[in-house]
């Protein structure tokens, strides 16, 4: 259910982006994310079932069943949330620099 409510806000944006295109002017490129950027990033990145579905199927197979199996799932599930996020974090960094760039270079444009 997760997966289907996923792609079908997937599918919304894109067609609500593609509905509200006008002629594109890099002139105008808003660099940064607004706040409604972020919001639809967050409602799009909780609707992603990928850390769930990795959590069930790949750490279920390292916790210890003679341990606490909650407190494991939670140290470990922690340490996936924190890689990922920094990886993304990495990503979002970058992503202002290089459009920055990408716009004043002509030949980028003209793709």
Known sequence: MVKWLSAGYLVYLGVKTLLSMEAFDP??????????????????????????????????????????????????DSVTTMLTSGVDAVVALGASPLSRLLAGNVAARRC
């Not at 639809?40 to 069943?65: C, H, R, T, W």
């Open 27 to 76: 002139a105008q490129l808003q660099v940064g994310p607004s706040g409604g950027a972020r919001r639809q990033g967050v409602i799009a990145e909780v609707l992603n079932a990928k850390l769930a579905l990795f959590s069930l199927a790949f750490i279920s197979q390292v916790v210890n069943p003679a341990g606490s199996v909650f407190w494991q799932f939670v140290v470990l």
